[in-house]
């Protein structure tokens, strides 16, 4: 890819976010940005000129109606060598191995918790695309509501092979390996600990940097990742949105035998292509692709007594038509001080009416010492009970309650306000922990009618 960026910026800051090894972002959250890999490539004024610069065509992508509301109205104007549309030929059904999408009844769900111990990366030949396991779907792609949460798993870069989901945003939170996503806005690299999300329509090709690589992803149907409100808080704190950053404009002209592969529908569409469709030389607009490092939000939490909702580590939420109702909430669980006095620390014992898929990125989670381990997944399902288990419930009653810190960890759950429905993949896979179903049992009575 060549770039040359004379005058990227995002408008809420002007400024480049820091080198990083190589790699220059923007920073912001829903800014209205604007780069360009050559000079004066970008069109100054006006988004659809007679004629655009260096012979680019110019196309717009929409991510919302074009009437929605400015504060969820996004679009994107891309300066490109051929519009996506010079690519629509013949398209076959491609083969969309163990990726599943909403509405999916293959199977019962069980009616329990259930727990997954990491499932190794395969050691054969595998994309980013090709290696996507579902785990859970909910709702229903066509009704935009909704999500599936997978795991991926990729033993290569996908070459000359492209790929957008037209189904869905896509939330990316690697577990092992770094991925660089090379997107039609520019280059994105992750790594564990840090998560990105594609914009739905959005084209990108995947590759491994480090070797092979594992993680979570959630395919958002409903509306967009945004940040969630923080009332009282504040106006500072939880995920800043500073710390939020958009690639630069990058193109690659070039003409090779491809594939473009389209999930749309819940099938996986693939056609010949000629050149690589990662040719935009220059965009302007709000509908982007970004990362963010988790490891800079800022918890905000109870300091003197009870376990405060998890809703308080919302690092962003997909919303419903109905108000404080989340389609999908990212939720994490950062390292952090634990501070309460005379307080069962550990999350509480709980029935919900929203669903949780988990997931651990690294180190311990605090509800459950053992048997949630990094690389694994957990659910509990729509008004499913439970809790700690009972090694930690018993550490957690009886520790002496000094200021501790939970150093070296970060969990993250999915939550939906529609349950979520198992596939056949996640049932059978041998990783899954039967004996997790019944882990409730082991919690007997303690109470005693002569002791307050
Ligand atoms: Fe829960």
Avoid at 74 to 95: Q, S
Avoid at 294 to 301: E, I
Wanted: net charge neutral; aromatic share 12%; proline share 9%.
């Amino acid at each position: 890819m060549r770039a040359h960026n004379p005058k990227d910026s995002g408008t809420d800051q002007g400024q480049l976010a820091p080198t990083e090894l190589g790699r220059k972002y923007m920073s912001g959250f829903g800014n209205g940005f604007e780069t360009e890999a050559l000079p004066g490539a970008l069109p100054i004024g006006r988004n659809s000129p007679q004629r655009c610069p260096y012979g680019l065509y110019a196309e717009q992508l929409s991510g919302s109606p074009f009437t929605a509301p400015r504060s969820t109205n996004k679009r994107a104007w891309l300066y490109r060598i051929r519009p996506t549309v010079a690519n629509w030929g013949h398209f076959d059904k491609a083969d969309i191995g163990l990726w599943r999408t909403g509405p999916a009844h293959a199977t019962d769900v069980p009616i329990a918790p259930m727990r997954w111990s990491p499932i190794p990366i395969p050691t054969h030949s595998l994309t980013f695309i090709e290696g996507m396991c579902t785990m859970t779907t909910t709702g229903d792609v066509d009704s935009r509501a909704g999500m599936g949460a997978h795991l991926y798993f990729a033993t290569r870069s996908m070459e000359d092979e492209y790929f957008y989901n037209a189904d869905g945003e896509m939330l990316l939170v690697p577990q092992e390996g770094r991925l660089r996503l090379c997107t039609e806005f520019g280059l994105i690299e992750v790594e564990p600990g840090e998560i990105a999300v594609i914009p739905r329509g959005v084209k990108i090709r995947v590759e491994l940097v480090a070797g092979p690589a594992r993680g979570y992803m959630c395919e958002n149907y409903g509306s967009a990742f945004a940040l969630p409100e923080r009332g009282p808080i504040g106006a500072n704190c939880l995920a800043n949105q500073r710390d939020f950053l958009a690639p630069v404009a990058m193109y690659e002209d070039r003409d090779t035998p491809s594939r473009l592969f389209v999930k749309w529908g819940g099938k996986l569409w693939a056609t010949a292509i000629d050149h690589s469709p990662l040719d935009v030389v220059a965009w302007h607009g709000n509908y982007v692709p970004y990362k963010y490092d988790l490891r800079r939000f800022s918890p905000v939490g109870p300091i003197l007594f009870d376990h405060a909702d998890p809703s308080i580590y919302t690092v962003l939420t997909s919303m419903s038509d109905t108000a404080g109702t989340a389609n999908v909430d990212f939720v994490i669980f950062p390292e952090r001080w634990l501070v309460t006095e005379d307080t069962f620390r550990p999350p509480w014992y709980h029935m919900n009416v929203m669903s949780e898929f988990m997931g651990l990125i690294y180190g311990q989670y605090d509800a459950k010492a053992h048997g949630f381990l990094p690389g694994g997944a957990s659910l509990h399902n729509c008004m499913l009970p439970h809790g700690p288990d009972k090694e930690s419930f018993e550490r957690a009653s009886n520790v002496e309650l000094k200021p501790s810190k939970l150093e070296g960890t970060m969990a993250f759950m999915f939550e939906s306000c529609l349950p979520q429905r198992v596939t056949e993949y996640a049932v059978k896979v041998e990783q899954l922990q039967k004996p997790y179903r019944v882990y409730g049992k082991m919690l007997k009575s303690r109470f005693d009618p002569n002791r307050p």
